[in-house]
């Protein structure tokens, strides 16, 4: 089990077959940096055309369809001091009588204290990168159309808001939307020490990751979390013989499951039958225990209702399937 350090030279904007820039070994750790959605790095230079940039992808030794890929995220640092978000809330979010009322669109910046654990809004400070650069078509908010806001400070909850593995039949499939792969899932449930389950369907899964965020409300309603660059180390384990059909992840209180589809039904659909399925293949429920179990403990997330595909979390505490283990 070794530690890769890998510099991304080149990035996708698309999660495919690409051409693999590092192989690992099932247990390998590799630790690497991801570039901010519009594709802005560490020092706030432009590296890779907008739209999510993707780093790898990295083939997997061992890895072939029908297996499960694990991968965990260990570490997310943000490795620039400046985020970037969205001020409107999506047209699809509202009352579509209301959207007439919504403002223009509009970036704004926030200011990542790393020591303190906290983001601040910085209400059009000084910009760095430069709002321009980063949207031309959104113009910086001004310090007064947020001064009520003044002063703001959250919590920094790094996550993972687009990643996955390449699918099936060549396909390359835009780092906007999401499927059954993964991708743009955008869930704020993917931070530090989660694990993420993938459907392999390559050989080597061949996986990519980039578009993380400091922070990020349920559903990134506004386009986008607090937007930046990222150091992100993570560990790779192989399941073999493990199909699964949707991406799956667990983290120390919960497994869950993801859906990605539109609309926001069939998603929920999607990700209520993989949970059924899991709770039947590890925990020997049939469906009418499993269905029973999910009546009354199941937990539904919201995750992206902003992109082409939305994404529906279905959730189990792990402490209701611990006490089934135990009076076994």
């Known amino acids: 089990m070794a530690t890769h350090r890998f510099t991304p030279r080149q990035y996708h904007n698309t999660l ?7 192989r690992v070994h099932d247990g390998d750790t590799v630790v690497t940096t991801t570039l901010d959605a519009r594709g802005y790095d560490a020092q706030g230079a432009a590296a890779a055309p907008r739209g999510n940039p993707q780093t790898g992808p990295f083939y997997v030794e061992g890895a072939e369809p029908g297996d499960m890929l694990e991968v965990r995220l260990d570490r997310l640092t943000p490795s620039r001091a400046i985020g970037w ?18 403002p223009a669109g509009g970036v704004t910046l926030w200011h990542i204290d790393l020591e303190r654990r906290i983001i601040a809004l910085a209400h059009g400070g000084a910009p760095s990168p430069p709002i321009a650069d980063i949207d031309p078509r959104h113009r910086a ?8 806001l003044a002063p703001l400070a959250i919590a ?3 996550m993972v808001g687009c990643f996955g593995v390449a699918p099936p039949g060549g396909q390359a499939i835009s780092t906007s939307t999401s499927g059954p792969h993964g991708g743009n899932m955008d869930y704020r449930g993917f931070t530090e020490g989660v694990s993420a389950l993938f459907p392999v369907f390559a050989p080597g899964a061949l996986f990519h990751l980039g578009d993380c965020h400091a922070a990020q409300g349920d559903g990134e309603i506004v386009g986008n979390g607090v937007e930046t660059s990222f150091e992100v180390e993570f560990t790779v384990r192989v399941h073999k013989d493990r199909p699964i059909a949707w991406p799956r992840g667990e983290s120390g209180t919960h497994i869950f499951t993801l859906g990605n589809a539109r609309p926001f039904d069939q998603a929920l ?3 209520t039958t993989e949970m059924v399925r899991w709770l039947g293949s590890d925990y020997g429920l049939d469906a009418r225990a499993a269905s029973t179990l999910l009546g009354q403990c199941v937990e539904y997330g919201v995750a992206n209702v902003y992109n082409p595909a939305y994404t529906a979390v279905c959730k189990v505490p792990k402490q209701i399937l611990r006490s089934l283990q135990a009076s076994r």
């Open 16 to 22: 495919g077959s690409h051409a693999p820039v590092l």
């Open 85 to 102: 978000s969205g001020t409107v809330i999506a047209p699809n979010v509202l009352d579509p009588a209301y959207v007439r009322e919504t």
């Open 141 to 148: 908010v001004t310090r007064a159309e947020l001064s009520r």
């Open 156 to 158: 920094l909850q790094p």
């Open 269 to 271: 659909q999607h990700a």
